[in-house]
């Protein structure tokens, strides 16, 4: 059976074994006092039926690529000679076979008896998940059945069940991120193994690309990525430069000025650029604010291209200024009103007001929220993969064409590539340098936010 099989039959279970404790939790109050709600009691049967069930055959799913490997590899011996060097080969074939991408030889032993061996351990795996499966939903609704009764306290229990799928829930993100930190870790470490992380840090000449062969010309790249960082902060302070004043004054004119009918029509307005897809900005830039700096500069006498700092980061200070409007709007308006009419009470006028008392009492979250756009600038993708140069320039002059950590990345991991080379390697130190920054970012944010916020009644 498929995935989607075995959920829905799960699924189904869990509903009736609702069903039933809630029925029967019904016919219980008529006679005595409980000690939950009746809802209680269907939602305990639900959690019970679902989760154990459903964890497993996530779980079994996962893992049953390996299993049917193991099995084939154990099995494979007896009816074929195989080398364990070789494995890998047969295996990958028997994988294509039985998936039609090569066709069946019927006078190739390998296809003919490594295929029933496949096929069999795929049977086996299939069979053992649904006995397995069926064990545990017997099971989950033996014990859901046995609980159903006046004296069971389901609500502790099934609040207790939720409080650990939660925890679990927790789990799984906290070791998400640092399964993404050590895969990145890794590969870059191998990459510091040939590159000295001194030039890779503080180099000035960033050129990849080496040479397949050692008598080519450039067989030795130049990693040093400090023109590649360089472009990355003179792009995310061009879009800054756009995106803080643009949306800090939107959120002050939608919190303090703007009536409400206004702010109901306006805001979602402004939040619809926090939807438009990046490859759309992309396209903006590449099309139209990229030719008309060049042509500016072209009735001014000056020598510009259409890949320029300057038209990346106005288009991605566009697609930035939601995030700091939104925030910022939202911080502004938490802002309590005793500490407005207490302004007012002392003279002072509203601009004086917005200036002198919600500002700072909101400076918190607007920082944060800042910091959380600056984070987004650093890692954005496709505006500067389609609009910004691939040429390592050092230069903060914001009309000359840059790179970025991000553009690079995409450029050295683009096609068939072998990961072990320097070249390719060079794309996860890049990305551990940008993981890192962004971190950072965050935990500065979180320390302003903690330093500066002040309790309000």
Not at 13 to 32: C, D, E, K, T
Not at 104 to 123: K, P
């Amino acid at each position: 059976m498929s995935l989607s099989a075995y959920f829905v039959i799960n699924l189904i279970l869990a509903l009736l074994l609702y069903l039933y404790g809630r029925s029967r939790a019904i016919a219980f109050s008529s006679s005595r006092k409980l000690f939950a709600t009746k809802g209680y009691f269907g939602l305990h049967n639900l959690l019970v039926a679902f989760v154990p069930s459903f964890l497993f055959v996530l779980i079994y799913t996962l893992a049953e690529p390996g299993m049917i490997r193991y099995l084939v590899q154990s099995a494979l011996p007896s009816v074929l000679d195989v080398e364990p060097e070789s494995f890998q080969f047969i295996y990958n074939e028997l994988l294509n076979v039985h998936a039609e991408i090569i066709p069946f030889d019927a006078s190739n032993t390998t296809h003919t008896l490594g295929l029933a061996v496949y096929v069999g351990a795929i049977n086996t795996v299939s069979i053992s998940k649904m006995l397995l499966f069926g064990s545990i939903v017997l099971i989950a609704t033996m014990y859901a059945l046995y609980r159903t009764n006046p004296s069971f306290n389901a609500r502790v229990h099934a609040e207790l069940m939720i409080k650990w799928i939660l925890m679990l829930l927790s789990m799984i993100s906290v070791i998400t991120t640092f399964g993404i930190l050590l895969s990145v870790l890794f590969e870059s470490i191998r990459f510091f193994g040939q590159v000295s992380i001194f030039d890779f840090l503080f180099g000035t000449q960033w050129s990849p690309q080496t040479a397949i062969r050692e008598d080519q010309v450039g067989s030795s790249g130049a990693f040093g990525a400090v023109p590649v960082f360089g472009g990355t902060l003179l792009i995310a302070l061009v879009a800054m430069a756009v995106a803080i004043p643009f949306g800090l004054f939107s959120a002050i004119f939608l919190s303090e000025y703007a009536k409400s009918s206004t702010k109901d029509i306006l805001k979602p307005i402004l939040e619809i650029l926090a939807g438009i897809p990046t490859v759309v900005y992309g396209y903006f830039a590449a099309l139209v604010i990229g030719p008309f700096i060049r042509e500016l500069g072209d009735n001014l006498g000056w020598q510009l291209t259409s890949e320029s700092a300057l038209a990346v980061g106005l288009v991605m200070g566009v697609m930035i200024i939601p995030f700091v409007s939104s925030i910022s709007s939202d911080v502004i308006s938490a802002v309590p009103m005793s500490l407005r009419e207490g302004s007012y009470g002392c003279g002072a006028t509203k601009s004086e007001t917005i200036r002198n008392v919600v500002l700072p009492a909101a400076l918190p979250g607007i920082i944060a929220g800042v910091l959380l756009a600056v984070s987004r600038a650093i890692g954005e993708t496709m505006i500067v993969v389609m609009a910004a140069g691939l040429a390592a320039n050092l230069t903060f002059n914001p009309l000359e064409p840059v790179t970025t950590v991000t553009a690079q990345i995409v450029t050295l991991l683009v096609g068939d590539q072998e990961f072990d080379s320097a070249k390719t390697l060079a794309a996860f130190a890049l990305g551990l340098v940008l993981f890192v920054v962004t971190l950072l970012l965050n935990i500065y944010a979180l320390h302003v936010v903690r330093k500066y916020r002040e309790q309000y009644e």
